[in-house]
């Protein structure tokens, strides 16, 4: 049982770049979600997924996209990458969202964007 | 928007010692609850109180919610060096699904 794992681990890119980090969990949860964490900032939701095919926008949701396609996957995308999303990102799933349920973080991605 | 303030920001205390930490938040509120981050790694979830919930306790965690002051403390008793960590408070507002975090802890626990 891995839990929450995340793809790739580190990752520089040039400005205007484009790239995907992928997430996974084998927890069979329904709900997903992607933060960025920056120094002095805690962490900010970007967007979140409540179920396969679903997604909603989160708290800085500007210059992100994402997909649910299957159940155990929610990907993040950077179509053209500025040095203001150089941050670490961290997925996590829940069993259900709303009540007593905790979340399970990915232990994250370092971007670099330059 | 950030919903939890952890405050102090940063403690450094001795091993063996305890340590506090408190977090406030502005509206109404399902749960509230604490995780662990250690350097370079994703959070962990150490414990949850529910808004109808005053104590918890979990090990040597001690959680304390009082909604009339919109406020959490989190006590780890016979602190060890291994808890060395930030410290996050996280809300689950109500109506909503998701957890609004502050801005974290750092705790140093010096052998």
């Known amino acids: 049982n891995a839990g929450v794992t995340q793809t790739p681990k580190f990752r520089v890119l040039k400005t205007g770049q484009s790239m995907t980090l992928l997430c996974a969990q084998d927890?069979?949860?329904?709900?997903m979600y992607w933060y960025r964490q920056d120094p002095g900032m805690g962490l900010r939701l970007i967007h979140y997924?409540?179920?396969?095919?679903?997604?909603a926008k989160g708290e800085v949701p500007d210059g992100y996209n994402v997909s649910r396609l299957k159940k155990q996957n929610f990907l993040l995308g950077l179509e053209s990458a500025a040095p203001s999303q150089t941050s670490v990102y961290f997925c996590a799933s829940s069993q259900q969202g709303e009540g007593f349920n905790e979340q399970f973080f990915g232990p994250g991605t370092r971007l670099t964007v330059l | 928007s950030q919903q939890g303030e952890e405050d102090p920001q940063a403690l450094s205390i001795q091993e063996g010692e305890n340590a506090t930490m408190n977090c406030s938040y502005k509206t109404s509120i399902n749960n509230l609850q604490w995780y662990r981050q250690n350097s370079g790694r994703g959070l962990v979830h150490l414990i949850l109180i529910r808004s109808n919930e005053r104590e918890k306790h979990s090990g040597r965690l001690r959680v304390t919610l009082d909604t009339s002051k919109k406020s959490s403390s989190l006590l780890i008793t016979a602190s060890r060096a291994a808890d060395t960590a930030s410290y996050f408070c996280a809300t689950e507002g109500q109506g909503n699904n998701r957890l609004a975090f502050g801005k974290g802890n750092q705790v140093v626990v010096i052998p």
């Open positions: 927890m069979n949860h329904e709900y």
């Open positions: 997924s409540v179920g396969e095919g679903t997604t």
